[in-house]
């Protein structure tokens, strides 16, 4: 082994992830399905950069998200950021370009971001986010279409058993607008809803002078988690019109989403209330049996293109392709179809190339292996079949059904009713 | 049914945490709590205990390892994991104090520039002094922290209080309540989702228990 003079050289940043074999086809292949039912649903593809400037992604973002981004300067001396998610460069294309579009947009994404955080149940540092953005509807339709999307995406992949939790953050909002709190306040009450800490929400509540109807309510959220049942007990809580608007319009997505035969996948939780800092309406996240944290996340985010021109409604969500790939249950077909023993006739060519048109795989060996050598090398890949040439006219296929010598018509005829 | 796996912190809370979830319904065979198992199932087969390093429960559930666990609010803070804490058990109960000799009373510790402090809870700590506005340099340690300050490691140190004995036989002092700490029941956020009646009705039934002993320690 060569001396290195620094060891870093060889290594990877923490939280960082080489994939290859197995894990790197069933990235991809994960990655196909979910664009494919992204299409299926309308949605077309954005490609945003994948640095721009901070001030861009910082836009209404957590403190706790500002700090786990990647930063660095260009040569002007302004600061710039790797993405942490896609949705903040969606929001910066549609206001700045696409404002004057017909509506609704319907935009997919897949790609990698980043944030500087502990890596955690298959999330790394550089991780993939698959997901929609539907722009330009502030309709419960909308909000059931997103939600029906990532139950379609989470069946497309075959995760097993899911459920998903939603929420509606204006409810928690519209009863906490009289209290008049500050950021942190506020984001310290919704902590504590989001832990369903109740000695901790109590306390709280008295800390912020937050008493009556408006404490009841609050103390009441962390338990609203469940069926139907839910809304109209959340009802009787509601203290204003605005807290029963946002009721409404939850108990709106429910019922579109029941209509749709999905209502056994919901669990209406008003105890949903953390998240990126932009969301205004529904939000909800996906989870999994086997996956302790949430595979998918999103919601209902109407002020957020606003900060870049056009004042537009929209909803969203993206999913983990990583965490999703520790509880699909496809099965990816990494091996090759053939192996093929390298030889110079074109007939050998013209059958591999008549193999491959029909959609196989096909190595074709280029280390001058023979027999015994060329059926250890197919095993060792997992090949279907190994074919050896004779004389450009007779082969040997050898496969699970054992080993047969046959003609070129033969042949051909036998690979035709190969398939992958 | 799969039973739900409950996650308990080896030692000081086993045996009173067992005996709350045995008055809530939930009994357990003495055999297999007093052997040295590490995991077994209450009489009715709804759920499965592992025992764990108390530091490693808030981990064992955040990964979804265990769908829910007990731990002290102490170790729940320090570890920052990102878990449901639906309820609080009333048992275990104790503080997290800052110690230190009798002499350090009279300082004013807002003051002090080289102030060291041995802890074992070096993030509360320093959540802690930050506040305070105090600057002190944490030195993290995992046990015996009271030692320190009589081999001149650090000035001050943070434990964990529930009698007091400890400080007092080596001759140390309370100088503050950092945090106020009880066992605490903890949940996995797609346990709770994926298998909401079971876990709701588990806690309704240990709070009906904590309710009931509560009650009673008034009456008293």
Redesign the interface.
Known sequence: MPHYENQLVRQLPYGLADLFFEQAAAKTELERILQATFRQWGYGRIIPPTFQYYETLATEASPELKKEMYRFFDREGHILALRPDMTVPTARLVGTKLYDQILPLRFYYVGSVFRYEEP??GRRREFTQAGIELIGAATPEADAEVVAVAIAALEAMDIG???I?LGQVAFLAAILSEAKLSHSDLRRLERAIE??????LQRMLEELGIAGDAARAIRAI?RL??DQGVLHEAQRLATNRAARLALEHLGRVYDLLCTKGLGGHI?L?LGEVRGMGYYTGITF?G????????ICGGGRYDGLIAHFGADLPAVGFALGVERSMLVTRLDVDFAPDIVMQGCEHQTCGSLVAMARSRGLCVEVDVLGRRGEELVAYARARGARHSIFCRDASTYTVADARGSRRMGLPELQEEIASWNR | MEPLTVALPKGRMQGRVLDLFRAAGYPTDQNATSSRKLIFEDASGRLRFVLAKPADVPIY?????ADLGVVGEDVLRESDC???????LGLARCHLALAGPPEMRHRNLRLETGLRVASKYPRLSREYFQRQGIAAEIIPMSGSVELAPFLGLADLLVDLVETGRTLRENGLVELATIMESQA?LV?????H??R?KTI?ELIGNLATEVARRRDEEHAE
């Open positions: 955690q149940a058993r899911f459920q939790n832990r369903r800490n109740d000695v901790e962390p988690c469940g669990t939780d996240h989870y999994v049996a086997g996956l302790g944290s949430y | 559930v955040e990964y979804g390892a990102d878990l449901y804490e639906p309820l609080m605490t949940v996995n956020r797609a346990s989702k994926l909401l709701q």
